[in-house]
């Protein structure tokens, strides 16, 4: 532990613990919005690729193209060349080996998780045997001082547990292994691994970053976590002054106080106490979650958000007065249940033309339930945005685009990295239509929020420079030659 202090005192960083938090990661110095406050390789890391994933990711970068090769032996490594190849090649030298023992079918039931498992004790024991090197920032000692939360979960958790640790005992076959310490890392897995993303918060991967497992959750935090490949980087996204905790988000923030607490209860088994949690049952708070995920007034014009009635029959619009009966709003709740879930059985290779026609039923009938500024209306036209893009239908993309924004601007600070994203988005669906002068404040927007969070040197971060250089060109070339 000491090792790791001297480590993190390089990054003026400390550890320290806090009084029903565990450990914290405090700065030991003023940070400004961009900087990167620290950075992490994986200890172990592994592509979301499995047997019904139809596209694969390398390995090593875990890019997506065409042309990857897999590992001839086991057939489940996949390498873009044999730079990543050479670069994984001591770790996967022990997998193949193992992985090549399973039959056919069981190499099949070899999930992501399955593997990162398998990974972790081959890199312990690489690291032990000294056959790769071991360092202050990486070492399974700092693995095993995550929080695995073992008597907080529940029967079912701790039967799948087992079951996984039977499988991956089964793939190692080390005479010495102990199944329940195993089981025990699965728990730890499960409240500390990070799913890694790609510039546009794809997930791509899951890996285990046992320092940024440090940093503890706000759900309005001061940082962000990004990934450059497999590469974990925290950036400031404020002013962080020297003594304050730095923290990131585990969940998605935009929801009411009471879904972000679920989520974080569920799967990182704690109670948020973050400012904007302790404001639960406060007016604030109550408004806060009606807009988000509570029903419309029945009025067209009034924007007014509805709270249930004290007789409990109805919701009343807290800004005409007006009440909406129980039944009404349970009429439209199953009609769009009904249709979602027809929408969610269907197979997902099913074309996007027939989920835009059922998501727009669905979004219909959501604006006639909920708040304007209702999530999962937003969530429904996200959906619908998704599938234009890929039929390539721009200009209806760009109109579902400019309907999402003002949802993102509300539910997320001035910056954050899905409110650059969107920008970026509408800029590039405005250059493709040819309106220049949007496309220059929309690209520049999203250039002034994503080189916070996520700086200025991956060739995602240039394409955008590269694309704003052009908008603003031609943006005063036609200007010019208005003239
Ligand atoms: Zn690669
Ligand atoms: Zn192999
Ligand atoms: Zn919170
Ligand atoms: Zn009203």
């Known amino acids: 532990m000491e090792d790791l202090k001297s480590a993190l005192q390089d990054f003026n960083l400390s550890v320290?613990?806090?009084?029903?938090?565990?450990?914290?990661?405090?700065?030991?110095?003023?940070?400004?919005?961009?900087?990167?406050?620290?950075?992490?390789?994986?200890?172990?890391?592994?592509?979301n690729n499995s047997s019904v994933s139809a596209q694969k990711r390398c390995d090593g970068c875990f890019s997506a193209t065409n042309a990857l090769s897999r590992c001839s032996r086991c057939q489940v490594a996949c390498y873009c060349g044999t730079s990543c190849q050479r670069s994984e090649w001591k770790l996967h030298r022990l997998e193949c080996e193992a992985?090549?023992?399973?039959?056919?079918?069981?190499r099949k039931s070899v999930t992501p998780s399955i593997r990162l498992m398998v990974r972790l004790y081959l890199r312990r024991k690489l690291q032990h045997d000294k056959i790769i090197p071991s360092t202050a920032m990486d070492n399974y000692n700092l693995v095993e001082t995550l929080v695995a939360h073992m008597s907080n979960i529940t029967e079912e958790q701790l039967v799948l547990y087992a079951q996984m640790a039977n499988l991956v005992n089964s793939i190692l076959q080390w005479p010495e292994i102990n199944i329940k310490e195993i089981a025990e890392n699965f728990s730890k897995f499960a409240c500390n691994v990070h799913t890694i993303c790609d510039s546009e918060l794809r997930p791509v991967g899951t890996g285990l970053y046992p320092v940024i497992s440090i940093i503890n959750h706000s759900c309005l935090p001061n940082c962000v976590l990004i990934f450059e490949g497999r590469l974990a980087l925290v950036r400031a996204m404020q002013h962080i002054p020297t003594g304050t905790e730095v923290l990131i988000s585990y969940i998605e923030t935009a929801g009411s106080t009471m879904t972000r607490q679920k989520a974080l209860k569920e799967q990182y088994l704690f109670?948020?106490?973050?400012?904007?949690?302790?404001?639960a049952g406060q007016y604030d708070d109550i408004l806060e979650s009606a807009i988000l995920e509570g029903y419309r007034c029945k009025s067209e014009k009034c924007g007014g958000f509805l709270l249930r009635t004290t007789d409990g029959k109805g919701f009343q619009c807290q800004g005409c007065g007006l009440i909406r009966a129980k039944e009404d709003i349970q009429r439209i709740a199953a009609e769009i249940k009904?249709?979602?879930?027809?929408?969610?059985?269907?197979?997902?290779?099913?074309?996007?033309?027939?989920?835009?026609?059922?998501?727009?039923?669905?979004?219909?009938?959501?604006?006639?339930?909920?708040?304007?500024?209702?999530?999962?209306?937003?969530?429904?036209?996200?959906?619908?945005l998704k599938s234009l893009m890929e039929l390539e239908h721009w200009t209806e993309a760009l109109a579902y685009c400019k309907l999402t924004i003002p949802f993102y601007q509300r539910a997320y600070p001035a910056v954050h990295p899905l409110?650059?994203?969107?920008?970026?988005?509408?800029?590039?669906?405005?250059?493709?239509?040819?309106?220049?002068?949007?496309?220059?404040?929309?690209?520049?927007?999203?250039?002034?929020?994503?080189?916070?969070?996520?700086?200025?040197?991956?060739?995602?971060?240039?394409?955008?420079?590269?694309?704003?250089?052009?908008?603003?060109?031609?943006?005063?070339?036609?200007?010019?030659?208005?003239?």
């Open 16 to 47: 320290s613990t806090v009084q029903g938090k565990g450990r914290s990661l405090l700065a030991n110095r003023d940070f400004y919005p961009g900087e990167v406050i620290i950075s992490q390789e994986p200890y172990v890391c592994v592509p």
């Open 99 to 106: 992985l090549s023992r399973l039959d056919r079918d069981k």
């Open 271 to 279: 109670t948020c106490t973050c400012p904007g949690c302790s404001k």
């Open 338 to 384: 009904l249709l979602s879930e027809e929408e969610a059985s269907k197979p997902s290779s099913n074309s996007n033309y027939q989920a835009i026609s059922v998501y727009k039923k669905i979004e219909k009938l959501q604006t006639e339930l909920y708040h304007p500024f209702s999530i999962y209306l937003m969530q429904t036209r996200e959906k619908i």
């Open 419 to 483: 409110l650059g994203l969107q920008y970026y988005t509408s800029g590039k669906l405005e250059w493709y239509l040819g309106h220049t002068e949007e496309a220059v404040k929309s690209l520049t927007k999203a250039m002034d929020i994503l080189r916070i969070t996520h700086g200025t040197n991956t060739i995602f971060m240039k394409e955008l420079l590269m694309k704003l250089d052009e908008a603003r060109a031609e943006a005063s070339y036609k200007l010019s030659s208005r003239e």
